[in-house]
């Protein structure tokens, strides 16, 4: 057994267990639970000062089906390494404050027979936008498997195509996790970021990385959705200059169900 440790716990989120748990229960209790049966939730993956709420706009929308995931598919883009392809870990447990997290090493083993699949585990090493979602998950489901692929230079196609393979019944939620715009004036932002969300509900597989950081593995999601005849919600949109003051240089962030 390999165990991937938290990489940005005491920084994107609390390294304390108690406090931890306190803030993500907090968070899912302010959120706003809708009639809703995702099978796919879009989160955005900053620092839960400034993104936590919109993320647990997302999560909330689990509660009832805590017994029924058994495996959430989690797809990040990579921050810190450049490669081709998705990366699954060679770890098979992650760990957060909250606990360990088992790999779904079955699925995971299958993906290997994909050309576009490597094991990389250090595009996973340092990576946030998968982790900052575990405590999350933890907190609103019950006993569940993960496997996390980070994406790194991927067509939409080659995305869908594991996406595809993984989709499976009730049992699985996929989640996307990507932010928005990056750094730009708040106004600006808010511009930028209502076309991108435009684009989402549409389920147009054309975005740019200037758009969402995690437009790669979000342009794969949108294809497969696309393909199903699905239907897209918006949850929450917002950026960094609402929740944390700062209207200079700002994140947007975005939260979605799609069924």
């Not at 993906?111 to 576009?116: M, V």
């Not at 490597?118 to 998950?137: C, D, R």
């Amino acid at each position: 057994m390999t165990i991937r440790q938290p990489a940005v716990a005491g920084v994107f989120y609390p390294a304390n267990r108690s406090a931890l748990s306190r803030e993500v229960s907090q968070l899912l209790d302010e959120a706003t639970l809708h009639n809703l049966s995702p099978k796919v939730l879009i989160a955005p993956h900053a620092g839960y000062i400034y993104s936590g709420a919109t993320a647990a706009a997302a999560y909330r929308q689990l509660a009832g089906r805590e017994s029924i995931i058994s495996r959430v598919v989690l797809l990040g883009p990579s921050h810190h390494v450049p490669f081709h392809g998705l990366a699954l870990p060679a770890s098979t447990v992650f760990n957060t404050p909250l606990g360990p997290v088992n790999i779904d090493t079955e699925s995971a083993n299958q993906l290997l027979t994909f050309s576009q699949v490597q094991v990389l585990e250090a595009a996973h090493e340092l990576e946030h936008s998968l982790e900052v979602q575990l405590p999350f998950l933890q907190t609103i489901l019950n006993d569940f498997q993960l496997l996390p692929l980070v994406v790194g230079d991927a067509s939409p196609l080659a995305v869908s195509e594991v996406l595809e393979h993984l989709w499976g019944g009730p049992e699985t939620l996929i989640v996307i996790s990507t932010d928005l715009s990056h750094y730009h004036p708040y106004e600006e932002a808010q511009a930028i970021d209502a076309n991108t969300v435009k684009t989402i509900q549409n389920l147009e597989a054309t975005l740019k990385g200037e758009q969402a950081c995690g437009s790669r593995p979000l342009n794969g999601l949108l294809t497969s959705a696309f393909n199903r005849n699905m239907e897209v919600v918006t949850l929450d949109t917002c950026n960094s200059g609402d929740s944390a003051g700062d209207h200079g240089r700002v994140v947007g962030y975005a939260a979605f169900a799609i069924q």
